[in-house]
């Protein structure tokens, strides 16, 4: 079927239903689909709009499975979840799965005590581990507020275990003057982690040893060679890029950090950014005053899995297509972390 047909027959479907169809869109999709939906943005906050929206009946998140989860964590009864690929996961996120943590869990709380370590939680996880979290006292961030997620978990105990991504964790710790020999990585695939039990007890903060496969491709060398191209330039970059390249960046923050970053540059300026090429070029379009360049082109294929053609065969099939759903009790339990989240935010 040729592209324009497709699009409109979207269209019309969503004429049809109307106020009940809420088309999330993350920021890392491509063009052609976030000019079909309703939102676009992070995924925590596309999901709080649409579990707000009481006359949405339908949501269909166009992003990865976890941001399809935390919408089904926090639907109403009367909303159903859908994602137009159901193999559109996350490489971080399946870093951590729900034995590994779960066994990591009960081998460093034998070394210390489970009432001295607060589980941190990164929203780019799945439903099993946002529910671990919340039933051990702990609570979800999301990249911008993980530095007010580390005080408060300090605040209650003297140690953190963060999951899933080791960057976005070092980083955060680095940001608050922990020192390095207080951060140990936790390697699931080794005996304690590829710890000591020393270093166990001496850590305040236990990095889980995951990644974003977007973000690690950014190098120091790609820094440096902007800086030679573009001397006046201005670096921004995510945090789950790995810490030499935050160091030498002008500016690190979460993608809503980096979008208003370069709506407060001026006419003009050069803004050169490391994260999702999408994203990036989508910026360079909106903001034609501006250089907008990427450090490197770094795609996301599982972000790049929803295209409209599957979008259209999930709103062909509304309501029955792809739905994504969580146990009640894992759906109980990540709630928690998140409610946690949203006080901290209060």
């Not at 949405?56 to 166009?62: D, S, W």
């Not at 275990?161 to 140990?184: A, Q, Y």
């Not at 491709?217 to 790995?242: M, S």
């Not at 999408?278 to 250089?291: A, F, G, V």
């Amino acid at each position: 079927m040729e592209n324009r047909e497709v699009i409109k027959r979207i269209r019309d479907i969503k004429d049809r239903l109307g106020k009940e169809l809420v088309i999330l869109t993350h920021h890392y999709q491509r063009s052609d689909i976030i000019d079909l939906g309703d939102y676009r943005g992070d995924s925590f906050g596309l999901s709080q709009k649409a579990a707000a929206d009481n006359n949405a009946r339908y949501i269909v998140f166009c992003g990865v499975y976890f941001m399809a989860e935390s919408a089904a964590i926090l639907a109403q009864p009367h909303q159903t979840v859908q994602i137009p690929d159901i193999e559109a996961g996350c490489w971080m996120s399946d870093m951590a799965d729900q034995v590994m943590v779960e066994k990591a869990w009960d081998e460093v709380t034998a070394i210390t005590s489970r009432d001295e370590i607060t589980p941190l939680v990164y929203m780019n996880s799945d439903a099993f581990i946002k529910a671990h979290c919340g039933r051990n006292g702990g609570l979800v961030c999301t990249s911008s507020n993980a530095p007010k997620a580390f005080k408060w978990a300090f605040d209650r105990r003297e140690r953190i275990f963060f999951f899933p991504d080791e960057h976005l964790g070092r980083n955060t710790g680095n940001s608050m003057n922990i020192p390095s020999d207080e951060m140990i990585l936790w390697d699931p695939e080794l005996p304690l982690g590829g710890n000591t039990e020393k270093a166990i007890r001496k850590a305040r903060v236990y990095l889980w040893k995951g990644y974003c496969l977007v973000h690690t491709r950014f190098r120091t060398d790609h820094i440096q060679e902007a800086r030679g191209k573009y001397p006046n330039g201005k670096i921004v970059v995510h945090p789950e890029c790995i810490q030499e390249v935050v160091a030498l960046a002008d500016a690190a923050g979460s993608t809503s950090f980096i979008v208003k970053h370069v709506e407060d540059s001026s006419p003009g300026s050069t803004v050169i950014i490391g994260t999702e090429i999408n994203l990036i070029k989508r910026l360079s379009q909106e903001y034609p005053d501006r250089t907008i360049l990427p450090l490197m082109e770094s795609l996301c294929p599982n972000m790049y899995k929803i295209s409209p053609e599957k979008l259209l065969t999930t709103l062909e099939h509304i309501g029955e297509h792809n739905l994504v759903t969580v146990q009640e009790d894992i759906k109980e339990n990540a709630g928690l972390a998140l409610d946690r989240m949203l006080e901290l935010a209060g």
